[in-house]
Each structure stands twice: as structure tokens, then as C-alpha cells.
T-cell receptor, first 109, second 114 residues
Framework: SQQGEEDPQALSIQEGENATMNCSYK?????LQWYRQNSGRGLVHLIL?????REKHSGRLRVTLDTSKKSSSLLITASRAADTASYFC?????????FGAGTRLTVKP | GAVVSQHPSWVICKSGTSVKIECRSL??????MFWYRQFPKQSLMLMAT?????????EQGVEKDKFLINHASLTLSTLTVTSAHPEDSSFYIC??????????FGSGTRLTVV
């Protein structure tokens, strides 16, 4: 299966600090996507990085992808209390996309 | 952008009854829709993949007779939880795959079986 595994499982930081979450996967991918989920709610698509890309930015988000290590990282800079949520990576290949356990980020004001 | 409407957003039902959850792509056609289940503080687990006009593909361990999936049109897929039991209480999320927008998720349905 194309499941991602996030690390750490939980992360607690102060507002203004940067948050880094990592994702590892096992097989080849077409792309890798990061999602955010506020407690008990639907998923919000954050960013997609293709297998031939190494880095991508979107606002305060920075995603890297290392296909040789089968890993990706999500960096949220200058975090805000509103960034508190669970973050999931989803490796994607041939219509197969599954989620890891996620990283629960808490940003303290 | 693409929007997926999922209804109901929450439902409480009695044990033994059936519940139908709808997933509708509002402004695009989705040949493939996905159904996920999420238990508290856990990840989303893929239950099944449905393609328009054909039978759904269920993941290992998911009972196809219990979780009936119908994908009758390019914009609508339904998940029916039959003879629901308290252990079926969970958060169910659908996702629709469109050519232009990729994956778009519904807002989820919280099912509570009492």
C-alpha cells in the first residue's frame, strides 16, 4: 500500500516558531500531498509536490521531497495558534492514496 | 475550485438501522470516489474505491455487505452503513478525483450509533 508515515506523532511549539513534520513512504510515487485536518472536520489540501520536484513553497509552507530516501518534510514558518491541527502526508501513485497517522501540531499562543 | 458536498454532516441512529451518506461533486465530474473512515485520534483509513458504473473495490477487512457503495453517476456516490452497530460509530469522509483538480474531500459525516 502507498501509506505515508508521519513523524513526530505530536508536536507542541510556541507561536512564532517553525514547525517541521516528516513523512516517509515505501514505494514509488507520482506525487505526494500534504493535508490538514482540524479536529473532527474534513481534510484541507495544502500542497502537492510531484516526484520530479524537490521543493515547493506556498505562503508559510515549504515542502521538500527526496525520492531517493522516500521522504518528505513539511515546514510551517512563523506558526500561529490557528495552525493547530493534524497534518497528514499522502503519497500518491496510480489512483492509490493512503494516509499515515498524522502529526498533531499544537501551537501555543 | 472543486467542491465536494457530503451529507449529512452528522447523524445519530439506533442500532440495527441503516444510514446513507451522500458524496456529491458539485462542479466537476468524478469518475472515481473514495470512502475513508476515521476513528478518534487516528488516521483516515481507506475503505473502498468506487468507479462510476461499476462495483466498488473494498479494502481488506471492510465488509462489502455492511458498507454498500453505489456510484451511479459521475457526480454522486453513496455509502450505506447497513444494520449499524455502536462500533460503526466513526467519522466518514469521501473524496472525489477529478481530472483538473485532483483529490477533493468532503467535509465528513460523524456517525453515532446508539
Amino acid at each position: 500500500s502507498q501509506q505515508g508515515e508521519e513523524d513526530p506523532q505530536a508536536l507542541s511549539i510556541q507561536e512564532g516558531e517553525n514547525a517541521t513534520m516528516n513523512c516517509s513512504y515505501k514505494t514509488s510515487i507520482n506525487n505526494l500531498q500534504w493535508y490538514r485536518q482540524n479536529s473532527g472536520r474534513g481534510l484541507v489540501h495544502l500542497i502537492l509536490i510531484r516526484s520530479n520536484e524537490r521543493e515547493k513553497h506556498s505562503g508559510r509552507l515549504r515542502v521538500t521531497l527526496d525520492t531517493s530516501k522516500k521522504s518528505s518534510s513539511l515546514l510551517i514558518t512563523a506558526s500561529r495558534a490557528a495552525d493547530t491541527a493534524s497534518y497528514f502526508c499522502a503519497p500518491y501513485n496510480n489512483n492509490d492514496m493512503r494516509f499515515g497517522a498524522g502529526t498533531r501540531l499544537t501551537v501555543k499562543p | 475550485g472543486a467542491v465536494v458536498s457530503q451529507h449529512p454532516s452528522w447523524v445519530i441512529c439506533k442500532s440495527g438501522t441503516s444510514v446513507k451518506i451522500e458524496c456529491r461533486s458539485l462542479d466537476f465530474q468524478a469518475t472515481t470516489m473514495f470512502w475513508y473512515r476515521q476513528f478518534p485520534k487516528q488516521s483516515l483509513m481507506l475503505m473502498a474505491t468506487s468507479n462510476e458504473g461499476s462495483k466498488a473495490t473494498y479494502e481488506q477487512g471492510v465488509e462489502k455487505d455492511k458498507f454498500l457503495i453505489n456510484h451511479a453517476s459521475l457526480t454522486l456516490s453513496t455509502l450505506t452503513v447497513t444494520s449499524a452497530h455502536p462500533e460503526d460509530s466513526s467519522f466518514y469522509i469521501c473524496s472525489a478525483l477529478g481530472d483538473r483538480y485532483g483529490y477533493t474531500f468532503g467535509s465528513g459525516t460523524r456517525l453515532t450509533v446508539v
